[in-house]
């Protein structure tokens, strides 16, 4: 392949030089994302999703994450982030600043993570290689992978796919490909979490969420009384929440999924879901033998 119709093909500015045949060995692939697929806005948003959710979860651990192609490749944010997710801990050491060590600490905990997500037969689209090397779209494989395991109601956007193109080394010289390189599924309706009595509160009659609050609030007061505490706003006035829901869970008192993060971020449907919850068990008790209502209107 002429050096000039490559530049054509990757799309790379002058000056900007394009693989060389020996840097790839006989039969190597290489992927590129020619500029028009890193500007695509599927692409960008998918991106600032990843990193909105990877700030949030190591939010406590003063982590913040402002690039994705080059802060993820060490090893040190995945160490960190899949300890979270997994709760578990990784045997690697916590600062490595040579390259080889940097390189170690990704071996291990990409091989956590291989196990974790029970990947088996199935080749990952990433490996220490590539992302020690900051190939982006092994990394956003990783991280969608790592978000569909460990958070499945992350709202990833969907079908975000592509164009990338492949330079393989060969006899002859450079032989290049395009194609399209899919990184997340489409969206379907089995894909999205169960509707409930909030969801459709929120979206047909905005204007009774406050009644609705206030209700709530007198209901959670005359149980609270008791105790000498009271709630006086639902938003900010939540605490210990993982282990509260968690407790909800097994009971069976959460009919949608709700996240910890969700309540600590002042999110009204969540913190109404999770007391509603309540009242419905309450309701029960209080009326064991009687046929339960449905939902408030």
């Known amino acids: ?59 406590p651990e003063h ?15 995945l160490h960190h982030l899949f300890q979270k997710l997994a709760a578990l801990k990784l045997e690697a050491e916590d600062i490595a600043l040579t390259a080889a060590s940097q390189r170690h600490k990704l071996t291990v905990v990409l091989e956590a993570v291989n196990r974790s997500l029970q990947l088996e037969d199935r080749q990952p689209k990433w490996s220490v290689e590539t992302i020690f090397n900051k190939d982006l779209l092994s990394t956003l494989h990783l991280l969608v992978a790592l978000a569909k395991r460990f958070q ?69 007061n005359q149980k609270l009384d008791r105790l ?15 282990l509260a829901l968690e407790l909800l869970k097994e009971e069976g008192l959460l009919s949608c999924p709700v996240s910890p993060e969700d309540i600590v971020n002042k999110d009204a449907k969540s913190t109404l879901r999770v007391l509603y919850g309540l009242f419905c068990k309450h ?5 064991r033998g009687t046929t339960p209502q449905g939902a408030p209107n």
């Open 1 to 59: 392949m002429e050096l000039e119709s490559l530049y054509d093909l990757l799309q790379l500015p002058k000056g900007m030089e394009p693989p060389a045949a020996e840097e790839l060995p006989q039969g190597g692939k290489k992927k590129y994302l020619p500029p028009t697929s890193r500007k695509d806005p599927r692409f960008e948003e998918l991106q600032k999703v990843l990193m909105e959710w990877i700030n949030a979860t190591l939010l």
């Open 63 to 77: 982590i913040v994450v402002r690039s994705l192609e080059e802060d993820v490749f060490d090893g040190l944010i």
């Open 152 to 220: 499945p109601d992350l709202s990833l956007p969907a079908n975000v796919q592509v164009e990338v193109i492949t330079i393989e080394s060969t006899k002859s010289g450079l032989k290049s490909e395009k194609s399209m390189e899919q990184l997340t599924e489409c969206s379907t309706d089995k894909d999205q979490p169960p509707k409930d009595v909030f969801d459709e509160l929120f979206k047909l009659a905005p204007e009774k969420v406050n009644a609705v609050k206030e209700a709530i609030v007198n209901f959670v």
């Open 228 to 242: 000498g505490l009271s709630v006086q706003n639902l938003d900010t006035q939540l605490h210990n929440v993982t």
């Open 283 to 287: 309701r029960q008790q209080a009326h």
